[in-house]
């Protein structure tokens, strides 16, 4: 994993909290709806496409996530569905029991991204 560093950002109240750590363990915590989806979510997909560890255990507890976010948190799963250095990938797709949206959109990428595993678990905000 030379070369390859942690990332985190501190969430606002329109993006999210992420921690992303080289042993594969990842965070994305709090809103998605930034102004420019695309850029805040830049560092993100670079550093999915270059991480080298076989198993990626990511949490995602997401509150609300706008449409140019759901965009690109597909691409975000998708350049780790296609990374070829990893060899097991698990998503906790944490929602609200009230969210039906949200756990369809959980359902949606799962359906969409061969190697992922996704398992729902519901939160109480």
Not at 56 to 74: A, K, P, R, S
Request: proline share 4%.
């Amino acid at each position: 994993m030379e070369g390859l560093e942690k990332l985190e950002i501190k969430g606002t109240p329109s993006t999210p909290q992420v921690i992303f750590e080289t042993n594969g363990n990842m965070v994305l915590k709090g809103r998605i709806i930034p102004e420019n989806a695309s850029q805040m979510f830049k560092p993100m997909i670079e550093w999915a496409g270059e991480v080298t560890c076989k198993s990626i255990l990511f949490t995602i507890d997401l509150e609300y996530v706008n449409t140019g976010g759901t965009n690109q948190l597909y691409i975000l799963l998708k350049t780790l569905d296609d990374n070829p250095s990893i060899e097991d990938i698990s998503i906790i797709w944490n929602y609200d029991e009230d969210d039906e949206d949200h756990l369809e959109a959980g359902r949606f990428f799962e359906d969409r991204l061969a190697r992922i595993k996704f398992s729902y678990s519901i939160v109480s905000n």
